[in-house]
């Protein structure tokens, strides 16, 4: 094909790329105006827009067929009735515009409605209120140029917010989340008063979401959804709330998968889910229900990220805004249509009064009579026109054709029965009226204040917030991952992985964790899980390592180079890039470890190395204490030891923990624990400490203080455990009718302990407290009239100790309107701090301890 235009026979050809793009812009413009991309003042895509329209056309109150709906809406929609269902399908489910009856699909199952001959829709009072005026609606012709179709609907709320919205249009999409509809209310009137505002998606699903890089709805913001997971008991969870964009078949589908591929291990999965989601997930009585509840949001959709992209049509063209600005130009364009409202009112009621005021002109001066003996219609309307000039300067206007017109129909019996005294109730009454415009006119936005908030007060009693915001932790997948996977070493050959079945077990892990590798020429590397993995000969040391983890310290002695010095060193390896050799010990060839061992709490050995013989050593036999040594990075060359040779180094004694106990805090916004300073201190924890929690129900559990713990359930207690620590409750027996107290001690025991005698449902507990020399005021309710004193109680002095399972004594025998807790200020827990040790010689190049370990033919030598 040539690129010029020829004519042959009467056909005409073109160049076919121009075509294409004149094609494909005309394609990507109807696209995104026309179908992908919501108006910013209705809010709806023009779909939803003539199903909206179709459905107020057909409009009286009763419900029609769907499928009555959809045929109509066909006259404006050039597309199928089957994209038609849908979107009035997905309108109906979110339960703002349209009132629905029969079966219109489950939001949770994602199950579809019936067919639309089944069921039934009608427009709700909130719809006609809001989204409707004929008199302020810019119309255009339908596609067949038949019908009048709205350009934009007079939508008075801002409706794109409310309801969310997705779409993919040729180059560019949309997704807006839906809000609250009172607090779009709360923020549009905030915006009118001139101050600031926030707004967060709220769905339908409720469940959790963390809002924190949300952005406003912009561009490169996202937020985090998750499910409302509950613990029913030690082997069984229950999902009672959903992420938004998923259904309980999505989740179950991704629980499935998950469990299929080791992620998580599960026993089953039941879907009871009706018209609210319960989905119960049953546990193997091995598995923690914490873990397990980490593991679904890491590796299921029980936790699915968002991004938001706020695209709407402004005018003619798509534009990207934030939620916020979004918010602005609907509440300005709400204010904008309610002046057109008032507008258009304030000309009816004064058309309303200056006819009002002809017709009482026209009847009390009797110009209908001067009509009689006319005898040509132009000098009846003249005759009319001449009477009336003398009362006419009053008017608002002058008086027209069609005015004089309209009193040439006003029949006889409305003359004959003219009452002046009502004519006048009914000017006075349109003078009010138009006084009161007026006054909404000059007062506009207060007006519209009062407009969102009646909206408010009609519709929004029941629309409070179903998704709870929460800043959600970060979940490690390598710690909640189950092992699934069984690990295996070849130490000689230098291969590890999964499938040397014939090798030596080493431990189960999980197949997204990372294997540290120690080997005897002082090398480390750090590979993922494979079935099988060159790593070298001579492997020391394999295990699986954690990123950042401060606490697991290496201890190792090495010799530099064949015949080199022999240094020692303690160290952690906190990052590292994977698959790449680190040397350890040094890059000199012939560098060889003589002993290594890893401590996962840091712990200190003592060792026996053991020289060669040589005549110029008088001691060839030294003791080595680890804890002597500061533990650094992995790159420093360590402590020297000897420049004589070694024949050995044995352990001599095991070691403990150098590190000090590890301080750790609980974060009340996540409830979660954290070594991070975040929230409340609990205190310095070390070896077997615990967390103890009592929780209203009078149930204790002794909890270990590892940062997987979770505490969802609302605590009367939650502190670190102190064992000779006595605990005191005070209880209102509901069978007795009298307040109790008791004092006893805790069993160091993983077993749920329950201290609460009375199962009454009237019982319950008014205090529970952990500390000494506590007091407690008893203010007492008036007793026929009569008032006591208040008295004051020491509570160590009143109680003794006594088991768990007692009673305990009566507290008062009178009726108690409230009691007091005194609690003498806490004294603060001194940290323990483990201090490295004062040099006893010299400092090396590395700034380590150089010790006098052995002498020469008797004169002092500093190795």
């Known amino acids: 094909m040539t690129t010029e235009e020829y004519s042959h026979e009467g056909e005409s050809l073109k160049k076919v790329s121009g075509l294409y793009k004149d094609w494909f812009l005309d394609y990507a413009s109807y696209v995104i105006l026309d179908r992908a991309i919501p108006s910013i003042f209705d809010g709806l895509k023009p779909v939803q827009r003539r199903i909206m329209h179709s459905m107020r056309e057909l409009e009286d109150g009763r419900y029609n067929k769907v499928a009555n709906i959809v045929g109509n809406t066909m006259k404006y929609h050039p597309h199928g009735d089957a994209s038609i269902t849908d979107a009035m399908v997905g309108i109906g489910q979110r339960e703002l515009l349209i009132d629905t009856q029969g079966n219109w699909g489950n939001i949770y199952t994602g199950d579809s409605a019936a067919a639309a001959r089944y069921i039934e829709a009608r427009l709700t009072p909130f719809a006609l209120e809001v989204v409707f005026n004929p008199k302020t609606t810019e119309w255009t012709k339908s596609y067949d140029g038949r019908n009048n179709e709205p350009i934009d609907l007079p939508v008075k709320f801002p409706l794109l917010l409310a309801q969310g919205v997705e779409g993919i249009g040729v180059g560019l999409s949309t997704k807006i989340l839906p809000h609250n509809f009172n607090e779009l209310i709360n923020a549009s009137v905030a915006h009118l008063k001139g101050k600031k505002f926030e707004l967060y998606p709220d769905f339908l699903t409720a469940g959790f979401l963390d809002?924190?890089?949300?952005?406003?709805?912009?561009?490169?913001?996202?937020?985090?959804?998750?499910?409302?997971?509950?613990?029913?008991?030690?082997?069984?969870?229950?999902?009672?709330?959903?992420?938004?964009?998923?259904?309980?078949?999505?989740?179950?589908?991704?629980?499935?998968?998950?469990?299929?591929?080791?992620?998580?291990?599960?026993?089953?999965?039941?879907?009871?889910?009706?018209?609210?989601?319960?989905?119960?997930?049953?546990?193997?009585?091995?598995?923690?229900?914490?873990?397990?509840?980490?593991?679904?949001?890491?590796?299921?959709?029980?936790?699915?990220?968002?991004?938001?992209?706020?695209?709407?049509?402004?005018?003619?063209?798509?534009?990207?805004?934030?939620?916020?600005?979004?918010?602005?130009?609907?509440?300005?364009?709400?204010?904008?249509?309610?002046?057109?409202?008032?507008?258009?009112?304030?000309?009816?009621?004064?058309?309303?009064?200056?006819?009002?005021?002809?017709?009482?002109?026209?009847?009390?001066?009797?110009?209908?009579?001067?009509?009689?003996?006319?005898?040509?219609?132009?000098?009846?309307?003249?005759?009319?026109?001449?009477?009336?000039?003398?009362?006419?300067?009053?008017?608002?206007?002058?008086?027209?054709?069609?005015?004089?017109?309209?009193?040439?129909?006003?029949?006889?019996?409305?003359?004959?029965?003219?009452?002046?005294?009502?004519?006048?109730?009914?000017?006075?009454?349109?003078?009010?009226?138009?006084?009161?415009?007026?006054?909404?006119?000059?007062?506009?936005?207060?007006?519209?204040?009062?407009?969102?908030?009646?909206?408010?007060?009609?519709?929004?009693?029941?629309?409070?917030?179903?998704?709870?915001?929460?800043?959600?932790?970060?979940?490690?997948?390598?710690?909640?991952?189950?092992?699934?996977?069984?690990?295996?070493?070849?130490?000689?050959?230098?291969?590890?992985?999964?499938?040397?079945?014939?090798?030596?077990?080493?431990?189960?892990?999980?197949?997204?964790?990372?294997?540290?590798?120690?080997?005897?020429?002082?090398?480390?590397?750090?590979?993922?899980?494979?079935?099988?993995?060159?790593?070298?000969?001579?492997?020391?040391?394999?295990?699986?390592?954690?990123?950042?983890?401060?606490?697991?310290?290496?201890?190792?002695?090495?010799?530099?180079?064949?015949?080199?010095?022999?240094?020692?060193?303690?160290?952690?390896?906190?990052?590292?890039?994977?698959?790449?050799?680190?040397?350890?010990?040094?890059?000199?060839?012939?560098?060889?470890?003589?002993?290594?061992?890893?401590?996962?709490?840091?712990?200190?050995?003592?060792?026996?190395?053991?020289?060669?013989?040589?005549?110029?050593?008088?001691?060839?036999?030294?003791?080595?204490?680890?804890?002597?040594?500061?533990?650094?990075?992995?790159?420093?060359?360590?402590?020297?030891?000897?420049?004589?040779?070694?024949?050995?180094?044995?352990?001599?004694?095991?070691?403990?923990?150098?590190?000090?106990?590890?301080?750790?805090?609980?974060?009340?916004?996540?409830?979660?624990?954290n070594a991070d300073v975040r929230g409340t201190l609990l205190g310095s924890f070390k070896g077997d400490d615990k967390i103890l929690t009592i929780n209203t129900n009078g149930e204790v559990k002794l909890v270990s203080f590892d940062l997987g713990n979770r505490f969802d359930d609302e605590y009367l207690v939650l502190e670190k455990w102190k064992p000779e620590q006595p605990i005191t409750c005070i209880y209102y027996d509901g069978e007795k009718d009298i307040y109790f107290i008791k004092r006893f001690l805790l069993e160091n025991t993983v077993n749920i302990q329950t201290f609460m005698p009375s199962e009454h449902p009237k019982s319950f507990i008014e205090n529970v407290i952990v500390a000494n020399d506590a007091t407690a005021e008893i203010i007492f309710a008036k007793d026929k009239g009569k008032e006591r004193d208040p008295e004051t109680i020491n509570i160590d002095e009143f109680i003794t100790v006594k088991g768990i399972k007692a009673i305990g004594n009566q507290f008062t025998k009178f009726k108690v309107k409230a009691i007091n807790i005194t609690i003498p200020e806490p004294v603060e827990e001194e940290p323990e701090v483990y201090e490295d040790p004062e040099p006893t010689g010299d400092m090396d190049e590395e700034g380590g301890i150089i010790g006098d370990l052995f002498q020469e033919d008797g004169a002092n030598e500093t190795e």
């Open 211 to 673: 809002v924190s890089e949300y952005n406003d709805g912009h561009r490169g913001g996202k937020v985090r959804a998750r499910a409302r997971i509950n613990q029913v008991d030690k082997h069984t969870l229950m999902i009672t709330e959903l992420p938004f964009s998923k259904t309980t078949s999505d989740l179950i589908d991704s629980v499935l998968k998950a469990n299929e591929k080791g992620k998580i291990k599960i026993k089953k999965i039941e879907d009871n889910t009706s018209d609210k989601v319960e989905i119960l997930i049953h546990l193997h009585n091995d598995m923690s229900p914490d873990k397990t509840i980490d593991a679904l949001y890491a590796f299921t959709d029980c936790q699915v990220t968002i991004s938001p992209n706020a695209c709407v049509i402004v005018g003619d063209k798509p534009m990207f805004l934030n939620v916020s600005e979004i918010l602005r130009r609907n509440t300005e364009h709400t204010k904008e249509l309610l002046n057109k409202e008032l507008e258009i009112e304030l000309h009816e009621l004064q058309e309303s009064w200056h006819f009002s005021s002809l017709e009482r002109i026209f009847i009390e001066n009797r110009i209908y009579h001067d009509i009689e003996e006319v005898k040509s219609w132009e000098d009846v309307l003249k005759t009319i026109d001449k009477g009336l000039k003398p009362h006419t300067k009053h008017l608002l206007r002058a008086v027209t054709e069609e005015d004089i017109l309209k009193l040439t129909e006003i029949r006889i019996k409305r003359i004959s029965r003219f009452d002046l005294d009502k004519f006048k109730e009914n000017i006075a009454s349109l003078e009010g009226q138009i006084e009161q415009v007026k006054h909404n006119l000059a007062n506009l936005t207060a007006y519209a204040i009062e407009y969102y908030l009646n909206i408010q007060k009609k519709y929004g009693k029941d629309r409070q917030r179903k998704t709870e915001l929460r800043i959600f932790d970060t979940i490690d997948a390598t710690k909640v991952a189950v092992a699934n996977e069984k690990f295996y070493a070849n130490f000689e050959e230098g291969f590890i992985g999964t499938s040397l079945k014939k090798d030596q077990y080493m431990f189960d892990c999980s197949d997204i964790d990372d294997i540290i590798t120690f080997r005897k020429d002082g090398s480390m590397k750090v590979v993922k899980v494979e079935a099988k993995t060159f790593i070298g000969k001579d492997i020391l040391h394999v295990a699986v390592w954690k990123k950042n983890d401060k606490r697991t310290v290496y201890n190792m002695i090495y010799r530099e180079g064949r015949e080199g010095p022999y240094y020692m060193k303690r160290f952690s390896v906190t990052g590292v890039t994977r698959n790449t050799d680190y040397p350890l010990a040094s890059d000199k060839k012939g560098s060889e470890t003589l002993y290594f061992s890893a401590n996962p709490n840091g712990e200190a050995e003592t060792v026996t190395v053991l020289l060669k013989p040589n005549p110029r050593i008088r001691k060839n036999k030294m003791e080595i204490n680890f804890s002597d040594l500061a533990i650094k990075g992995r790159d420093s060359k360590g402590n020297l030891v000897t420049k004589y040779a070694v024949k050995k180094v044995d352990l001599k004694e095991e070691g403990v923990s150098t590190l000090a106990p590890r301080r750790i805090w609980f974060d009340d916004t996540v409830r979660r624990l």
